[in-house]
């Protein structure tokens, strides 16, 4: 199970933290990420953390928002920075291997301009 927490209404420019704990290890789940969905859109890559922590972003988040994984406390984190009106969105945690595919309830972030 994952629990995905953090998020809220903020100022464009602003910071979030949105955090995901796992009810689980989650030292050898391949991939985890961020996942996001926002109004009348499909959902989106935001950001994947590989379990020998290698990231990849979305193009429209590199530079601005950083994922990072602690697998001793089985957590999940996406620091948001700079944030834009176009980042608002329902974010979703995944994990991901070649046997599964997970994810968690939603955390809405809300960016006003």
């Known amino acids: 199970q994952l629990q995905a927490s953090g998020g809220g209404l903020v100022q464009a420019g602003g910071s979030l933290r949105l955090s995901c704990a796992a009810s689980?290890?989650?030292?050898?789940?391949?991939?985890m990420g961020w996942y996001r969905q926002g109004p009348g859109k499909q959902r989106e890559l935001v950001a994947t953390?590989?379990?020998?922590?290698?990231?990849n972003y979305a193009d429209s988040v590199k530079g601005r928002f950083t994922i990072s994984r602690d697998n001793a406390k089985n957590m999940v984190y996406l620091q948001m920075n700079s944030l834009k009106p176009e980042d608002t969105a329902v974010y979703y945690c995944?994990?991901?291997?070649?046997?599964?595919?997970?994810w968690g309830q939603g955390t809405q972030v809300t960016v006003s301009s």
């Open positions: 689980a290890s989650i030292f050898s789940i391949n991939y």
């Open positions: 953390v590989s379990k020998v922590g290698m990231t």
């Open positions: 995944n994990a991901r291997s070649p046997t599964f595919d997970y």
